[in-house]
């Protein structure tokens, strides 16, 4: 009899357990992972709603939810969730200064089973654009520039580029723009031509380098004319320079191979203090050299060598150096033409592939 009580008490503990069971929440989803594709970081914020289900016969009642990152945010249905009903979770990810790819998680804990029910979003974030701020330190009357020095520091012969000046008219009536004199290989437009007050627009150069006939270093200064509606023109210069070299893209391995090396015996001339009564001043200049070398195979063609400061002047130039031979080149500055401090370059362009442009620094204090 008492073997009889036990196992109808164990088939009622065991009757009882399962439907308690079967009375238990049951979390899920229909999907785990929720890809946002790429979105850009100046859209702001991005938001995901997950659709939780309740398919136990419990409600489900969500506790919490924590995420692996403060950048991700949730947001959740906090009334119990019946058996058969529907809750959210709302992810928001924050993507401001998180340019890149991204896999964020949550977990959720709830009364449905020990432990966390995961959930994860992920992306490609874009990063925003920075917003350009635009100097204008250059003035001719009230047009401003961001520069009045324009440097194509390398085109071949057959190539044609442009650089820009960025403009913006600082006054209260328009300006009509217009250019001197312009040498063959330069052409120079404006947009606008005739800029209204506080607009700002471009001046477009344009550099053709087979237009100017030469290698080497050319340059000119153009004068840039700026008329005030209803008041007299006034004119200023924009510096225009140019390194025309070889096109070396046909070179074979086996052609360099066979170049010219210009070799400099240092890309630095300090002149140090030009109040020093002791340097040795003639005729109102002070001398440095510096030597260029040709540890090449074949002749090296010395295109120019120039500074753009008038202060400076080049002397010893040669067009040609044959293999191993060696050019001593003097670098004279007139002190008394240096305010406060010297500090200029010296531009070499040859046939050298490896380097076509070397430059030598020349410094001087006061």
């Not at 002047?313 to 150096?321: A, H, R």
């Not at 500055?333 to 200029?344: D, M």
Request: hydrophobic share 35%; net charge positive.
């Amino acid at each position: 009899m008492l073997k009889i009580r036990n196992i109808l008490l164990a088939v009622s503990l065991l009757f009882a357990t399962s439907i308690a069971a079967q009375k238990a929440p049951q979390i899920s989803t229909d999907e785990l992972v929720f890809n946002f594709g790429n979105i850009a970081e100046a859209d702001g914020l991005a938001s995901h709603v997950f659709v939780i289900k309740n398919t136990g016969n419990a409600p489900l009642v969500i506790n919490r939810i924590t995420a692996s990152c403060g950048c991700t945010q949730p947001e959740w249905t906090k009334e119990p969730i019946p058996g058969g009903g529907t809750g959210e979770v709302k992810i928001t990810y924050n993507p401001k200064g998180r340019p890149g790819p991204f896999y964020k998680t949550v977990s959720i804990f709830s009364n449905a089973k020990k432990g966390s029910y995961n959930l994860a979003i992920k992306g490609d974030v874009s990063a925003k654009v920075a917003d350009i701020i635009i100097n204008y330190p250059y003035s001719i009357g009230n047009l401003k520039m961001d520069t009045k020095k324009v440097l194509f520091s390398s085109i071949h012969q057959e190539e044609m580029l442009v650089e820009k000046i960025a403009i913006n008219n600082s006054g209260n009536v328009p300006l009509s723009l217009s250019v001197g004199k312009v040498p063959d290989y330069l052409s120079v437009t404006f947009h606008p031509k005739t800029i209204t007050s506080h607009e700002t627009g471009e001046i477009d150069l344009l550099m053709s380098a087979r237009a100017a006939k030469k290698k080497g270093r050319v340059g000119e200064d153009i004068d840039l004319i700026v008329k005030a509606i209803g008041q007299r023109e006034v004119t200023g210069k924009i510096e225009v320079r140019a390194n025309i070299i070889d096109n070396f893209s046909k070179l074979s391995s086996s052609d360099k191979a066979e170049a010219p090396v210009a070799q400099l015996s240092g890309t630095l001339l300090e002149f140090g203090n030009l109040s020093d009564g002791s340097k040795s001043v003639k005729k109102g200049k002070l001398t440095g050299t510096f030597d260029i070398t040709n540890a090449g195979k074949s002749n090296l063609t010395i295109y120019s060598i120039t500074c753009d400061d008038p202060s400076v002047e080049i002397s010893g130039m040669k067009k040609e150096l044959r293999p191993r031979q060696k050019a001593t080149i003097k670098v004279s500055i007139r002190p008394n033409e240096i305010k406060n401090r010297l500090e200029t370059l010296v531009n070499v362009v040859c046939n050298d592939p490896n380097g076509p442009i070397r430059l030598i620094k020349v410094t001087g204090y006061k």
